[in-house]
């Protein structure tokens, strides 16, 4: 029996799956807080409720990375405290964000963790570590789905151009 059989959380992580789950542990402590904050800035409801999901998905997986990593002997990276809720009337608003800039922002930040998730699951050989950022990537999927849609129900959707003309043949 080699090294690599049996029960998948016996096996060493190699150098790349330790990479992608501390940065990705390193990066959600950070989108955590960041979230925090947009709940603080928005006046939509809808995208309060959005918000909300973002952050306690983050959260859930945090608990995963974490405990994959202390399992490991692998030290966790720094996280920012976590925000207090704020009043949206204290904020001024030349220091206000908008509704239709945070839901921007959450929209590229569910784009760039798909990518990484696939990239996560594309290096690991371990199947546990594999499974866990399929889990990740399906869940981001379907945040990305619900805020696709409040964008265009809300009219924040900004396309890129167009393609509506065909020409004749």
């Known amino acids: 029996m080699g090294m690599f059989s049996g029960n998948p959380k016996d096996e060493p992580l190699h150098y790349g799956e330790v990479f992608s789950i501390w940065t990705n542990l390193a990066t959600n402590y950070g989108m955590i807080a960041g979230y925090q904050?947009?709940?603080?800035?928005?006046g939509d409801k809808d995208l309060k409720k959005i918000i909300e999901e973002f952050i306690q998905g983050a959260k859930e997986e945090v608990k995963q990375l974490e405990e994959i990593?202390?399992?490991n002997g692998i030290a966790?990276?720094?996280?920012?405290?976590?925000?207090p809720e704020a009043r949206l009337e204290d904020i001024p608003p030349g220091a206000k964000f908008n509704d239709p800039e945070i839901s921007a922002a959450l929209s590229l930040d569910a784009a760039a963790g798909l990518v990484a998730c696939s990239q996560?699951?594309?290096?690991?050989?371990r199947e546990d570590i594999g499974l866990m950022?399929?889990?990740?990537?399906?869940?981001?999927?379907?945040?990305?789905?619900k805020l696709l849609r409040l964008n265009k129900n809300k009219g924040w959707?900004?396309?890129?151009p167009l393609h509506v003309d065909h020409p004749e043949k």
């Not at 904050?37 to 928005?42: A, D, I, L």
């Not at 996560?120 to 050989?125: D, F």
């Not at 950022?133 to 789905?145: D, M, R, S």
């Open 37 to 42: 904050t947009f709940y603080n800035h928005t």
């Open 69 to 71: 990593l202390k399992t």
């Open 76 to 83: 966790l990276p720094p996280a920012p405290p976590e925000r």
């Open 120 to 125: 996560a699951m594309g290096m690991s050989i």
């Open 133 to 145: 950022y399929g889990q990740f990537h399906t869940a981001k999927a379907q945040l990305g789905a």
């Open 157 to 160: 959707l900004v396309p890129p």
